[in-house]
Nanobody, 125 residues
Framework: QVQLVESGGGLVQAGGSLRVSCAAS????????MGWFRQAPGKEREFVAA????????YYADSVKGRFTVSRDNAKNTVYLQMNSLKPEDTAVYYC??????????????????WGQGTQVTVSS
């Protein structure tokens, strides 16, 4: 049974930084692409970032490019999302997800077959 557990969310002022983590278990972590999505109240879930199985490939939404960095530690079965220069519009529940392969579809929800429960990130102005 695959489990993804996010942590590290919280309240931060605009311009600040936060790192969220996602610990995975239940299948070979290093074989799968990991993605981060977010969902704000009243909005659809949207893609944030993805990282390939080895960590060499990354892909970001335009809205976070240059501010967020996705990384992974395959020895710890953990993926991270470092968020800098946070803005109030970054406020959302952040979800990690796991899926097989790599390609442009990593930005699509249907690419992923397992999801975490989410962690709340709130950016105050």
């Amino acid at each position: 049974q695959v489990q993804l557990v996010e942590s590290g969310g919280g309240l931060v002022q605009a311009g600040g930084s936060l790192r969220v983590s996602c610990a995975a278990s239940g299948r070979t972590f290093s074989a799968y692409t990991m993605g981060w999505f977010r969902q704000a109240p009243g909005k659809e879930r949207e893609f944030v970032a993805a990282i390939g199985s080895s960590g060499r490939n990354t892909y970001y939404a335009d809205s976070v490019k240059g501010r967020f960095t996705v990384s992974r530690d395959n020895a710890k079965n953990t993926v991270y999302l470092q968020m800098n220069s946070l803005k109030p519009e970054d406020t959302a529940v952040y979800y990690c997800a796991s899926g097989g392969g790599w390609g442009i579809s990593v930005r699509e929800i249907h690419f992923y077959d397992f999801w975490g429960q989410g962690t709340q990130v709130t950016v105050s102005s």
